[in-house]
């Protein structure tokens, strides 16, 4: 067991099994719900930390595989780790490279052993392997560490998903065993594509090994919403219930809220800053593509209910202005306020939570939102 992590879980709501606590880490204590801003580089793109602290943000992700490559974890360990070299001192967490080296990296070799393939930066060789993942992690002193697994893709066979899952299981053994610095959780990743079996003995794997919290991976990768939501209906009355439950990728409004109402605690996606920087707000009322001609003589705020420096300050006339003509404000602006919705809306659903009236407040969501509600719910 690490130092200096725990769960409370305040609250359950008892029809949908949505869950609000208290996730204690050595850098500050976690709300959750919780969705958590990407920082894929070391830095939330177009937002300062500043900021980020301002809007609420309470934890961040970074990339293994990114800072990897540069400016290398061993730099970062020599400037005092993540926290220090960032600015951010609230915590961090890291995912494990294992996403990057599936789908961006060009495959050389996977074996049991790891993975060697070529870099997208230069071309050069490299290998992971699970102790080289944990060891990158521990170098870039991140709270939370996720183990080196297996991501297959929307599509691929039962034996692939099979053979996948099967890897990450043993990786899972090794990340465990190469994992020894105590001031760092380290999270299992429940792997086994869309096939429901797979995806309960993977979890199964992890259950040995769940100490501070679970990931679940692998979802959000192409698939329809409703076959996320069946797995993770799948999976909601067998996942520990003492640890918070993290689903990784996962970051557009209604998944959110969907995610939320099937118990899980943590969620991340670089949803929110990507599409402002193509001109694209997140707001209460649904999105709003500023660059559109029909906010030239738009001057009313994004979201009038939003209470972030962006809709305080300018109307949809002005975001349309700087978004067309390039200029990097428009996408600061729009991210700034795309997080700050996504942390405004978390917060209302744990207060939901807490209060007793979480169907209520999803109602009130997909209403104003106008986000088709999922008819299996």
Request: glycine share 10%.
């Amino acid at each position: 067991m690490s130092e200096g992590f725990s769960f409370e879980l305040i609250k359950t709501d008892p029809a949908t099994g949505a869950r609000a606590g208290i996730f204690h880490t050595p850098h500050g204590d976690i709300e959750t719900p919780v969705y958590m801003p990407v920082g894929t580089q070391a830095t939330v793109k177009g937002v300062l930390p500043r900021d980020l602290k301002e809007i609420g943000s309470q934890i961040i992700l970074s990339n293994t595989y990114h800072l990897y490559m540069r400016p290398g974890d061993e730099l970062i360990r020599e400037a005092g780790g993540l926290h220090r070299f960032m600015n951010w001192d609230r915590p961090i967490l890291t995912d494990s490279g294992g996403f990057q080296v599936f789908s961006l990296a060009s495959l050389n070799k996977i074996t049991d052993s790891g993975v060697t393939f070529s870099s997208h930066v230069d071309g050069s060789y490299h290998t992971f392997t699970p102790e080289k993942a944990i060891g990158i992690q521990q170098n870039l002193g991140s709270d939370i560490m996720m183990a080196f697994d297996q991501c297959t893709g929307y599509g691929s066979s039962y034996a692939e998903a099979k053979a996948a899952m099967e890897r990450t299981g043993r990786w899972l053994e090794r990340c465990d065993a190469a994992h020894t610095s105590k001031s760092q959780a380290l999270f299992p990743i429940v792997q086994g594509n869309f096939y429901k079996d797979l995806r309960r003995e993977s979890l199964a794997r992890c259950l040995p090994f769940v100490r501070e919290g679970i990931a679940i991976g692998g979802l959000s990768v192409g698939e329809p919403k409703a076959l996320m939501y069946e797995m993770l209906d799948d999976l909601k009355p067998v996942l520990p219930e003492g640890v918070p439950r993290y689903l990784m990728g996962v970051g557009s409004p209604d998944c959110l809220v969907e995610g939320v109402l099937r118990g899980v605690d943590m969620f991340d996606c670089v949803l929110a800053t990507r599409v402002a920087r193509n001109g694209t707000a997140l707001t209460s009322r649904g999105k709003v593509v500023v660059r559109n001609g029909k906010y030239k003589e738009d001057f009313t705020p994004l979201d009038p209910g939003c209470d972030c420096y962006t809709c305080k300050n300018y109307t949809k006339a002005y975001l349309r202005h700087v978004v067309n003509v390039g200029e990097m404000m428009g996408g600061m602006l729009l991210s700034l306020h795309n997080i700050r919705y996504l942390h405004t809306l978390m917060h209302g659903l744990r207060e939901s939570i807490l209060g007793g009236y979480v169907s209520d407040f999803v109602e009130e969501f997909y209403r104003l939102s106008g986000e088709k509600r999922p008819s299996s719910v």
